[in-house]
């Protein structure tokens, strides 16, 4: 069996003990990932603060080793695919595309040029809005996009100037350690540490006196926690958290035209993606079709272990996540909803779920109000255009949504109306890009990642001012361009 190390302060460390990881095709466990103790995180974080002190004073040196990351990660692709499939589940195609996805955000912030904002600069004074780095970050990582959502954190943080701490889920900690472990000689010395344990190490990570920001991706209920300990001692946070993205589709909408776009933006990675469509508001009319197309291909993907070619949907990634999704649908059918397709789990080994369209779903059932993360899709008819945005908003949630229509002038009305960070027409999620904000309206989140907005976050603002002289002159101020 592979032995799996943290990286701390650039060296390979075992944990206090070891847990668990299960391959979620079996059930079986198939390898051990290290505890990180309270000691252990110590250390993290002190490495982390020591290297603070200079990794923030080179940005050249911080934008070549956030280059060289991204190529370390192209060439070692396949061996974190491969963790990401056995530990996830996913297929090994969309593993690698993650990696790919990674690359491709290192090389973004690699390259983005933060200009400066020199705000009065003449015969009477000079004046500059300068952006610090925060210090040490500690972030904070779900199971279902384990590499990307570290990236995510790292690539900007790193950027600014601040040092870090990761966790992985205790569900997938494998690919991140692996990862850890590619970026030892890229990075100085504690910049990036990599610690792996169970659900206490986050609690202790946001009560630890060394973070000056957490970066958490996760459920509400954690961000919640997270929210509160960071209060403590006034950390920064960003909260990157659930949602129940609603699709509206409008009367003019041919459902034979659009159910593959949704039925991808519902089921890829097996639906256990922040952003995929949760629910569907389709128009009484449509309705019946809809749900035909969409049954028809829910039956005919291929589900099966990640590592089979031509699979489209592995297993659902952890225990828990089954048992949620078979009791969110199982509860739906008790109140009347019927599965168009699926229905139930697949009588094999692991946590493979069959496909699920669901349609007769109330309001007030648990799978159309709550986030169901997994291969099931409410499908919900409606007669008032209205009345669709008015049940869509109706949640505590809000991070994307999309309106499926030829009319542009009434999808440019309907996303105006909808309570979320990003709406997508006749696709959903398209918006997921580096150069565009990514977060939640409502309980789905507190500020954004990606972009120039989502660096921000890692930063804190400087004023600078001076007399007319400095102007020019000054070497002080230019830590992010
Ligand atoms: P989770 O909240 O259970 O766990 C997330 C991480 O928090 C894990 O690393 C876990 O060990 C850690 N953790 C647990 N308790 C903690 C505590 N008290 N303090 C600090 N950290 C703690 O979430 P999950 O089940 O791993 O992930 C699924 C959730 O993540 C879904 O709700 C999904 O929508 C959300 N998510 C959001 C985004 C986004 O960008 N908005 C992206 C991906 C996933």
Redesign the pocket.
């Known amino acids: 069996m592979t032995e799996f190390t943290m990286t701390i302060n650039a060296t390979s460390t075992a944990g206090a003990g070891t847990f668990d990881v299960i391959d979620p095709a079996t059930g079986e466990v198939f390898a051990q990932a290290p505890d990180c103790g309270t000691e252990q995180l110590d250390a993290a974080m002190d490495a982390a603060a020591h290297a603070y002190r200079r990794w923030k004073l080179d940005d050249k040196a911080r934008r070549r080793a956030l280059r060289d990351a991204a190529d370390v990660l192209d060439s070692g692709t396949e061996r974190l695919a491969r963790l990401l499939t056995a530990e996830q589940g996913m297929p090994l195609s969309n593993a690698r595309t993650e990696i790919g996805w990674a690359t491709m955000w290192l090389r973004y912030y690699a390259d983005l040029e933060i200009p400066r904002e020199i705000v009065q600069d003449d015969q009477t004074g000079f004046a500059e809005v300068i952006r610090r780095p925060v210090g040490v970050v500690a972030a ?6 384990p590499i990307i ?1 570290a990236i ?1 954190k790292i690539a900007p943080a790193l950027l600014a100037g601040n040092t870090v701490v990761l ?5 997938t900690p494998l690919a991140t350690l692996a990862m850890g472990e590619m970026l030892r000689d890229i990075f100085p010395p504690g910049v990036l540490n990599v610690v792996s344990g ?6 202790w ?2 009560a630890h006196p060394t973070p000056r920001k957490i970066s ?8 919640a ?2 929210a509160a ?1 960071a209060a403590t001692d006034l950390k920064r946070v960003t909260l ?4 129940n993205d609603p699709a509206i589709v409008l009367e003019d909408a041919d459902p034979g035209r659009v159910a593959d776009d949704i039925f991808t933006g519902a089921f890829m990675n097996n639906g ?4 995929a469509i949760k629910r569907v508001y389709v128009h009484e009319r449509r309705h019946a079709e809809l749900v035909e197309a969409l049954a028809a291909r829910a039956h005919a993907a291929r589900v099966g272990s990640g590592f089979d070619e031509g699979v489209q949907l592995g297993p659902i990634s952890n225990r ?2 089954f048992d949620r999704v078979s009791e969110l649908v199982a509860d739906a059918i008790d109140h009347g909803a019927v599965a168009a397709a699926g229905g139930q789990p697949l009588d094999r080994p692991g946590y493979f779920f069959a496909p699920t369209i669901l349609t007769g779903a109330a309001d007030g059932t648990r799978i159309v109000d709550e ?1 169901q ?1 997994g291969p099931a899709l409410p499908v919900i008819a409606y007669r008032d255009l209205d009345e669709a945005v008015d049940r869509a908003n109706d949640t505590p949630y809000g ?1 994307t949504a999309s309106v499926w229509t030829d009319d542009a002038t009434r999808a440019a009305d309907v996303a105006s109306r909808l309570e979320c960070g990003q709406v997508t027409v006749n696709a959903h999620g398209n918006g997921l890009r580096p150069d565009l904000p ?3 309206h409502k309980h ?2 507190i500020g954004v ?1 990606n972009g120039p907005w989502g660096l921000h976050r890692f930063t804190e603002l400087q004023v600078l001012t001076g007399p007319a002289r400095v102007a020019g002159t000054s070497q002080n101020a230019r830590q992010a361009d």
């Open positions: 904070i990582v779900p199971w279902n996009l959502l995510w966790k992985p889920s205790p569900f169970q659900d206490p190490l986050g609690a990570m946001t958490f991706t996760g459920s509400i209920a954690t961000g926690k997270v300990a990157e958290l659930g949602g256990q993606l922040c952003m828990p996540q986030e993360f991070l990514f977060g939640g789905s989140g990642t």
